[in-house]
């Protein structure tokens, strides 16, 4: 703000807007004389009395040549000498009035208008404040971008010093403080921290970098080792296994054996006895039962015995020894147990205790056992009857239970043996009832192994088979009254059922007991499977119960089935799916304009030939992406109903398409996240503790600097000035209506 | 018989307590849970759903003044008392948690135009018609004391507004010029005035105390300097500013209700164009409160509902009306962030959740973590057609949306209006003015 602007009545703004062909302005030629000046007024008077812009008279109102002292202009060129006119008479001012001229005066500016001056204050006070304000920049632009917010603000109160740092300054006053002190310092103990005794630091400051480092080594390597064989012995103290007990335990005794040492020599008897119990325990243990089979000699005998009979009687007699030896014993109950009591256990049961308490009975039948159930009538089952005697009068028990005891692990090679002695001759009953049992085994054995080389497998009728070599060793009464109740049931003329896979000893022993019927007869009857699963069961047979509630579950299945008749999902799939197929494929285009280049007229036909002609076939489109799954249908065309639930236009933050498709496609769901992971992408922006006040931010908690300074204190620092315009201000209020 | 047997570690599978959720062995295999996006999608469009059928914001009403409710005031220390100032010139105090009145005081006679509580909460400030100023107790008189107020200030013109500072004993009232009062003076410690009309309203920064904002009736929002006892500057909007508030966590931030329906958010340094232009009211908007997180505020309208707007977004996220509430006055968002209140015409009271669909009390920490899974698949969905319709779904009383569509034709017109024009005249000729600078007449230094 200058002089110049402030003067608002100079004469050049005064007179700009004078007509441009007036005459030049008075201001020209400020040093015009008065005169001229009336006379310029004059001529301004008298033509503005005529035109019709009328002028308003220009006013003067700064001081002309004669400027008095009351009241002096700022124009430029009034000099301070001038002032001096009025005192012209007295001529000693004549020096001053040269030395005034000669001094160079500077016009002052005027004092700026109240506006301006508040407007000035305004600025610098806003320029003030904003600065103040900015300093909050950074931490709202913070608050802004930060991942979460937790209110209230308010900072935890700050950790307390460590005592160390409390007791720096400190010093011991009291006797007894001072005499703790001496104490302390007379046994150099330490009394700040670090807590550590002369001879310690000492130590500490004694073994070299390297050294420290290779004994840390070495620690941890022990200390590591000590960790790993702790662990170790914690695991094997977990095993179970009783094999590995055993061999643990061993190993213990071999290390005891050791730890004997080797045979005293000095004293001969001692020597011997010692020699003698070693090799009675040595003895023993391979005596024991545990060698049986698995040893060298077991194992070379297994392989004898096929040769030689000696052997084979021998290695007979050695397991017949050990089940005699095996068997636990038993109270007599009844007879049947007597004479039953060496069958295998569960074929025992079964076959005695058909409806009993014992809850194994009741246990679902295996496929295996279910087809085998299905021939288990009268023509069957004669065998263990025609068997029974030769079993009862010729083998021993032993025997017998022996080849139960390998009737389990051999019944699968039991029936391929069994199966291709149908080509071979048939082994009369009476021969067979000479023979032992064990005599058929080897035989049979032999002859199957000859089969096997000649490579022919045998899959079929193993569940006939099988039982029947099962049946032959049943050697109850029970079973054999079963039979014949069995047997009744069937009209005698009328063709018993037979298993389909009728093994061959199945077919043979009645051949043997009525050797009258022609075989043709006995081939004929097939059995109707259906027809014998709605069939009845023979009364007694052990599995009643059970075959009473696979008919329920039966009837179950066919319920549903009705139910869901016509209802063909896999078909309909199919069908679909061709349908599906069909429609994606390229049609042909048809071309053919009917009634071109012929005569026309109703049910005009297009000629075949034009039709081939003009059918235009289309390129095959790619291969489907479902062509090789046939369980599945995969539509490559859009989905027009999904196109609602998809965002059409890219929302602001992202620039391209791909990173919104890249955000929406992480999960955020504990499904897909750890806990963790979960937890950390699920956090809330804001946070607020519930019934907590939240005041607004502090610049303490803002972590920066706030003014000491109160506002009051401020404010009341220049009351004067402050009353001064209030007083102001409401006397201009009062002033206003 | 060998047996073999599984041996697990109880620690895998065995809770500590019964209280505790049962363990599930987790297999994070990608291949194990498939479609994961259209799973999330659902979840986001069901969670959207729900807080729709959820949002019951209206808690309660607080019935018993004898006549509109002009102002409301919180108290600083205490989350469930409310302060209320009717126009017929009674002050009651509220109990939110019994929803009851636990004082009445006849105030002034006339209208009570304002009330503010001192920062420590022992006492709160009232003005009114009468040209009064009155401090009172906040605690209630004693059995057979007099209701009095603890000091009474007589002023020579109407007082229209008031407000406390922060931390020391002064506050600041307006009227025809803006006085800061000493507590302990009967006479203002500083006037400042810029210009002569009436002050509606003063509101002291709560960050940096010794500033305040004011708003006058010819259509200005003045900001003043306490320790220079200067206003600093002034922005000339089209319309009237009813009132401002001061954003308590951004020092620099207000926020200006405006006749023209809008509400506009400002940096204090920069007043030339307001931050953020937020529109959704259809008509004058009469006040205006910060939610405490500073991330949000609340509006009261003329049209009979409050809304919620996010301080960066122009559109609100929330309307709240119910049939009887009239013209709301005076509007409040509760210290602990969770409630609103406003004051309306037609005597009443109303406390509504900030949040329209949460739960209120105590949180389970599955139920707090379902609601943060939610919240997210919500913001992450946010933009899928459907869940954004869901989400934006309100239902209006038909007066406001018929208004909503009438102004929608009209600023369609304008719009359509301005286009042409710009097309049918020299180009550049008719700039184009962005809308947030629109509504800006001037800036006085």
New interface residues.
């Given amino acids: 703000m200058s002089a110049e602007d402030l003067l608002a009545w100079r004469p050049q703004e005064e007179l700009k807007d004078l007509p441009k062909d007036g005459p030049p302005s008075p201001s020209d030629d400020e040093a015009g004389s008065d005169g001229e000046r009336k006379h310029w007024k004059l001529l301004e008077a008298i033509s503005s009395l005529g035109g019709k812009g009328r002028w308003k008279l220009a006013e003067r109102s700064e001081a002309g040549m004669h400027a008095s002292e009351f009241s002096v202009g700022s124009a430029g060129k009034l000099a301070l000498a001038d002032l001096l006119q009025a005192a012209e008479p007295a001529s000693s001012l004549a020096t001053v009035k040269r030395q005034l001229k000669r001094v160079q005066v500077k016009t002052l500016a005027l004092p700026a208008s109240k506006e301006e001056v508040a407007r000035v204050q305004r600025e610098a006070a806003f320029h003030q404040s904003s600065q103040a304000l900015s300093k909050w920049e950074p931490i709202v632009l913070k608050a802004r971008q930060a991942e979460q917010l937790v209110f209230p603000l308010q900072k935890e109160p700050a950790a307390s010093a460590p005592l160390e740092h409390m007791l720096r300054g400190w010093t011991a006053k009291t006797p007894l403080e001072r005499e703790v002190f001496h104490t302390l310092h007379q046994h150099r103990q330490p009394v700040r921290d670090p807590l550590l005794t002369p001879v310690e630091r000492a130590a500490r400051q004694a073994m070299s970098l390297e050294e420290a480092r290779t004994r840390r080594a070495a620690l941890q390597r022990a200390r590591a080792l000590q960790s790993y064989y702790e662990a170790k012995a914690r695991q094997a103290k977990k095993i179970k296994s009783k094999k590995h007990r055993r061999v643990v335990k061993k190993g213990k005794a071999q290390k005891a054996l050791g730890e004997r040492g080797p045979l005293p020599e000095g004293s001969a008897p001692s020597a011997l006895e010692e020699l003698d119990r070693r090799e009675t325990a040595r003895v023993m243990e391979r005596m024991g039962l545990k060698h049986q089979s698995r040893g060298k000699r077991a194992r070379a005998l297994a392989i004898r015995t096929r040769y030689e009979p000696k052997a084979r009687q021998a290695r007979q007699d050695q397991l017949a020894r050990n089940k005699e030896l095996m068997q636990k014993h038993q109270a007599p109950d009844s007879e049947e147990e007597e004479e039953g009591g060496l069958l295998a256990p569960d074929v025992d049961q079964a076959q005695t205790d058909p409806t009993g308490s014992n809850p194994w009975m009741l246990r679902r039948p295996t496929s295996e056992s279910r087809e085998a159930r299905i021939p288990k009538g009268p023509d069957l089952l004669p065998e263990p009857a025609a068997l029974e005697d030769s079993a009862s009068e010729q083998e021993s028990p032993g025997a017998d239970k022996d080849t139960w005891g390998k009737e389990s692990e051999e019944r699968q090679p039991l029936q391929e043996r069994w199966e291709p002695s149908q080509d071979a001759e048939p082994v009369g009953p009476q021969a067979r009832r000479d023979t032992s049992h064990q005599e058929v085994v080897s035989e049979v054995r032999a002859l199957s192994q000859k089969l096997s080389k000649r490579g022919r497998p045998s899959r079929k009728k193993p569940e006939a088979s099988s039982l029947g070599a099962v049946l032959p060793t049943q050697s109850s009464e029970s079973m054999q009254t079963k039979v014949e109740l069995g047997r009744e049931n069937y009209p005698p003329d009328m063709e018993l059922p037979r298993p389909v896979s009728g093994g061959p000893r199945a077919e043979r022993i009645p051949e043997d007991q009525q050797p009258g019927v022609p075989r043709k007869q006995r081939k004929e009857p097939i059995i109707d499977i259906q027809n014998l699963l709605t069939a009845s069961p023979p009364p007694g047979t052990p599995w009643a119960p059970e075959e009473l509630e696979g008919d329920g579950e039966r009837g179950q299945r066919q319920v549903i089935m009705e139910a869901f008749a016509g209802d063909d999902v896999i078909q309909d799939f199919l069908k679909e799916k061709r349908a599906v197929v069909e429609e994606s494929q390229p049609k042909a285009v048809d071309l053919t304009l009917p009634g071109w280049g012929e005569w026309g007229g109703v049910g005009l036909q297009p000629r075949a030939k034009k039709r081939c002609r003009f059918l235009v076939p289309s390129p095959a489109g790619p291969p489907r992406k479902d062509g090789n799954r046939p369980n599945v249908i995969i539509s490559e065309t859009r989905n027009s109903s999904m196109a609602a639930h998809q965002v059409h236009v890219l929302p602001p933050p992202f620039s391209h398409p791909q990173q919104f498709e890249r955000t929406i496609q992480v999960p955020v769901g504990a499904t897909w996240n750890t806990p963790r992971a979960f937890q950390k992408l699920t956090t809330p922006k804001v946070v607020t503790k519930p019934g907590h006040i939240i005041k607004p931010i502090r610049a303490e908690d803002a972590g920066c600097r706030s003014s000491s300074r109160s506002d009051l204190s401020v404010v009341q620092r220049a009351p004067n000035w402050l009353s001064t315009q209030h007083r102001r201000n409401t006397d201009r209020a009062a002033l206003r209506p | 018989m060998?047996v073999k047997?599984l041996s697990r570690n109880p620690d895998n599978y065995v809770r500590e307590t019964k209280l505790d959720i049962q363990r599930v062995p987790r297999n994070?295999d990608?291949a194990l849970?498939p479609f994961?996006?259209p799973?999330?999608?659902v979840?986001a469009l069901n969670a959207t759903k729900l807080e729709r059928v959820f949002a019951k914001p209206f808690l309660a009403s607080l019935d018993g003044h004898r006549d509109g409710v002009n102002c409301l005031a919180k108290h600083?220390?205490s989350?469930a008392t409310v302060l209320s100032g009717a126009c017929d010139g009674e002050v009651r105090l509220w109990n939110l948690t019994t929803r009851k009145c636990i004082r009445t005081i006849q105030a002034h006679e006339g209208f009570v135009r304002g009330i503010c509580t001192r920062f420590c909460g022992s006492s709160f400030f009232t003005i009114g018609d009468d040209k009064t100023v009155k401090q009172w107790k906040m605690d209630g008189p004693g059995s057979g004391e007099e209701e009095e107020p603890l000091q009474t200030i007589l002023g020579?013109?109407v007082y229209t507004g008031i407000d406390h500072?922060?931390?020391?004993?002064?506050f600041a009232t307006c009227g025809?010029?803006v006085d800061?009062w000493?507590e302990q003076r009967t006479?203002?410690?500083?006037?400042m005035?810029w210009g002569?009309d009436s002050i509606s309203s003063v509101k002291f920064n709560?960050?940096?105390?010794?500033?305040l904002g004011s708003c006058a009736s010819d259509r200005n929002i003045v900001?003043y300097?306490?320790?220079?006892?200067?206003?600093?500057?002034k922005v000339i909007l089209d319309m009237r500013t009813n009132t401002i508030c001061w954003n308590?966590?951004?020092?620099?931030?207000f926020t200006a209700a405006n006749e023209d329906y809008n509400l506009y958010t400002f940096d204090?340094?920069a007043l030339d164009t307001p931050v953020m232009v937020h529109m959704d009211h259809v008509s004058a908007v009469l006040d205006v409160d910060y939610s405490?997180?500073?991330?949000e505020f609340v509006s009261a309208s003329f049209d009979k509902s409050i809304r919620i707007f996010p301080v960066d977004k122009s559109r609100s996220r929330e309307v709240y009306h119910t049939k009887r509430m009239q013209h709301v006055i005076c509007v409040k968002w509760t210290?602990?962030?969770?409630y609103i209140m406003c004051g309306s015409d037609e005597m009443n009271i109303r406390l509504w959740k900030a949040d329209a669909s949460e739960k209120l009390g105590?949180l389970s920490s599955r139920e707090k973590?379902a609601k943060?899974?939610n919240?997210?698949?919500k913001e992450?969905?946010q933009?899928?057609?459907?869940i954004k319709r869901i989400a934006r779904h309100r239902h209006l009383p038909k007066s406001i949306y018929s208004q909503i569509l009438e102004q929608r034709v009209m600023k369609e017109a304008r719009r359509r209006k301005e286009v042409n024009r710009r097309k049918h005249s020299k180009p550049g000729s008719v700039p184009i003015v962005p809308e947030k600078k629109k509504h800006i007449v001037a800036v006085v230094?």
Avoid at chain 2, 206 to 211: A, G, M, S, V, Y
Avoid at chain 2, 248 to 253: K, L, R, S
């Fill in positions: 060998k047997m994070y990608p849970h994961e996006v799973r999330e999608y979840r600083p220390k989350l020579k013109t500072h922060w931390k020391e004993a002064v025809q010029q800061i000493d006479s203002p410690i500083c006037s005035t002569f709560p960050i940096e105390t010794f500033l900001l300097d306490m320790r220079q006892a200067t206003p600093l500057k308590p966590m951004e020092a620099f931030v204090m340094r405490p997180t500073g991330k210290s602990d962030n969770k105590v973590a943060d899974y919240q997210k698949l992450k969905f933009h899928h057609p459907q230094k």
